[in-house]
């Protein structure tokens, strides 16, 4: 997932698609390079866990859940996992 990193524009993170609202949004940045890890709720009421790279969103992986808990505790799992490897919380 965080191979190939590239810079990037670290302006702005993705916003979420359509239809969807977002729960919890953090960005992170190791070196020259930006991710965004998000959870955002669906219009039919299902969680997605979002992890798109700045430099490739083509890329990103989407988790689905059935409800908030397990996707905000995957959000957190994921969260201490980037840290772990140097990623920095940016906001």
């Known amino acids: 997932m965080l191979r190939n990193e590239a810079p990037l524009s670290r302006t702005r993170a993705p916003r979420s698609p359509r239809g969807r609202k977002p729960v919890l949004r953090w960005m992170f940045e190791r070196r020259d390079s ?51 490897v140097g990623w920095t919380r940016v906001y």
Request: proline fraction near 6%.
């Open 34 to 84: 930006a991710l965004t890890a998000q959870v955002d709720v669906t219009a039919s009421g299902m969680y997605e866990l979002r992890v798109v790279p700045h430099w490739d969103e083509s890329r990103a992986v989407i988790e689905p859940f059935v409800g908030p808990v397990d996707a905000l505790q995957r959000h957190a799992e994921i969260a201490r996992q980037l840290r772990e």
